[in-house]
């Protein structure tokens, strides 16, 4: 069983940057991929990033591209997602994701691929 716990966000203004943070412990060895999804109210959960467990980022949502970074850190078993240029439509619950499974990269954008799913970081952008 892997835990993932997600940190970092918070209320900022349009504009702004934001760095989320995911923790993984217990049985990482594993893990393939890791990725950021997000939920706002009444909205269906959305892909943001991927990135594979050696770091090498796997895609990013269309909405995202050229704002967001995932990468992994120097402490390998922490994700981040670096947000800069906030909008307030990224104003949403981001969650962390891993999963073992080994499949086409097309994948991995994918919720259902992900078997291991953080508790969520509220991010809140104000216009």
């Known amino acids: 069983q892997v835990q993932l716990v997600e940190s970092g966000g918070g209320l900022v203004q349009a504009g702004s940057s934001l760095r989320l943070s995911c923790t993984a412990s217990?049985?990482?060895?594993?893990?393939?991929?890791m990725g950021w999804f997000r939920q706002a109210p009444g909205k269906e959960r959305q892909f943001v990033a991927a990135?594979?467990?050696?770091?090498?980022?796997?895609g990013y949502g269309d909405s995202v591209k050229g704002r967001f970074t995932i990468s992994r850190g120097n402490a390998e078993n922490t994700v981040y997602l670096q947000m800069n240029s906030l909008k307030p439509e990224d104003t949403a619950v981001y969650y962390c994701?891993?999963?073992?499974?080994?499949?086409?990269?097309?994948?991995?954008?994918?919720?259902?691929?992900?078997?291991?799913w953080g508790q969520g970081t509220q991010v809140t952008v104000s216009s």
């Open positions: 217990g049985r990482t060895l594993n893990t393939y991929a």
């Open positions: 990135l594979n467990w050696g770091g090498i980022s796997i």
């Open positions: 994701a891993g999963t073992s499974t080994i499949r086409g990269l097309a994948s991995y954008f994918w919720a259902a691929t992900y078997d291991n």
